[in-house]
């Protein structure tokens, strides 16, 4: 009994070392290369790649939403959290509207343009946060309620996962997907 009870407490104990400097480096690694959807993730430019103008506003019979209003939800999340992490006077968008485009359709192919770049940029800065050695992937974010960078990478992959699975979904309802 008294073995089983030095072992249980040795195995807390090393629960509780901070993790190695190689660790955190793999770590960042894994974060970043998730964050942009290699491996088992779809990226974004595959999901919105050759997606015909002419659909950006269609939602078909299934669908919950057109390809203008994932394409702003993704941006407007991925940017909230962005300035969450970074900004303590970031204030969020108001819940749930101010996560979605007013409207179905972009107002035009420069609104469009201007989304996915947007996107790009925050996917880009959001990564260069995590590799970065000095951001503390594990401290708390003062200005929040307990989330730490490392919860809110992972918060932008998880999301933006879903939701490009719903870009495929939508595109196959509309036939402008093609399996590779």
């Known amino acids: 009994m008294k073995k089983r ?7 807390r104990k090393a629960r509780r070392r901070p993790p190695s400097d190689s660790a955190v480096k793999a770590l960042r690694e894994h974060v970043v290369k998730l964050l942009d959807w290699q491996d088992a993730h779809l990226d974004f430019d595959t999901a919105l790649r050759d997606f015909p103008a002419s659909l950006r506003g269609a939602k078909p019979s299934g669908a919950a939403h ?34 979605w485009p007013p409207t179905t359709a972009a107002p035009d192919e420069a609104a469009w343009e201007k989304s996915v770049r947007a996107f790009r940029a925050d996917l880009e800065a959001l990564q260069t946060l995590i590799a970065d050695p000095e951001t503390d ?3 708390r974010i003062p ?15 998880d999301h933006n996962a879903y939701h490009l699975g719903q ?9 402008a997907w093609k399996d590779n």
Not at 167 to 175: D, E, I, K
């Open 66 to 99: 057109t390809a203008w209003q994932l394409l702003e939800h993704l941006r407007i999340c991925q940017c909230d959290i962005l300035e969450f992490s970074c900004n303590p006077r970031h204030v969020s968008p108001e819940f749930p509207a101010g996560y």
């Open 167 to 175: 870009f495929v979904l939508l595109r196959r309802l509309l036939g």
């Open 5 to 11: 009870k030095q072992k249980r407490e040795k195995q």
């Open 143 to 157: 200005h929040g309620r307990g989330q730490t960078i490392l919860r809110e990478a992972l918060l932008v992959a």
């Open 137 to 139: 992937l594990f401290a």
